[in-house]
């Protein structure tokens, strides 16, 4: 079975964009690549509101990079190094996202190799926007690596720590990962004339040795 066919089970073009029939879990753990500096891009629509995992590398209570909505439905991604029991990167942010009709495009790059990494290098943008307003904003030291593309197992659509999983309750219609670079989310998209934030297609990006692309049609891996 294919990432794709475990990630989704039917998706369907129109209208220029995608729309997500049904979706799965996918666990994978890949070779150790490049985790200092690379991008992840994926298209979700949320089918409930509360606690929701989009995505974990690693595992909660030891070492992880993690994307998640919290109770109160604000985004939190925070890459945790357990061996030192600290954030390398940790962005609270303080907007919530309550529609569960509405698609979000949720872009992160990370990149650790900058003399002082800092939120010009590392950040979460939403439809095109960088999210600026945060409880918590840490950044990782020079040369920090992330839980990230490492030989871990990586879950879409899922996470666990020592007790529980944890789930996305959500429809997901497209999921990349970029290894070695930190690329904003012009590179996936752009605003449209009247002002609404249009996907295009990523398949001409360089995605890197363990870089891949996942969506309806079929796996892109560069």
Not at 11 to 33: D, E, K, R, Y
Request: with cysteine; aromatic share 14%.
């Amino acid at each position: 079975m294919s990432i794709q066919q475990m990630f989704f089970s039917s998706l369907a073009s129109g209208g220029g964009g995608f729309v997500i029939n049904g979706s799965g879990l996918l666990a994978f753990t890949p070779s150790t690549g490049n985790s200092k500096t690379f991008t992840i891009s994926c298209v979700f629509k949320r089918a409930d509101l509360g606690t929701s995992i989009i995505f974990c590398a690693g595992d909660f209570n030891v070492a992880y990079l993690a994307a998640y909505f919290n109770a109160a439905n604000q985004l939190i991604v925070e890459d945790y190094t357990g061996s030192s029991g600290v954030f390398n990167l940790r962005l609270d942010s303080n907007q919530v996202f309550r529609d569960p009709s509405a698609w979000y495009h949720m872009v992160i790059k990370y990149n650790s190799t900058a003399g002082t990494p800092s939120a010009s290098d590392n950040g979460v943008f939403i439809n095109g926007t960088q999210l600026t307003s945060f409880s918590t904003a840490t950044y990782p030291d020079q040369n920090d690596t992330s839980s990230w593309n490492t030989n871990v197992a990586h879950r879409l659509g899922w996470g666990v720590n020592v007790n529980s999983a944890y789930y996305l309750n959500a429809y997901v219609a497209q999921f990349a990962h970029i290894e070695g670079q930190a690329l904003n989310a012009g590179s996936f998209g752009e605003t449209t004339d009247d002002g609404f934030w249009q996907i295009n297609d990523p398949s001409g990006l360089t995605f890197g040795t363990n870089g891949f692309l996942l969506e309806g049609g079929a796996d892109v891996v560069a």
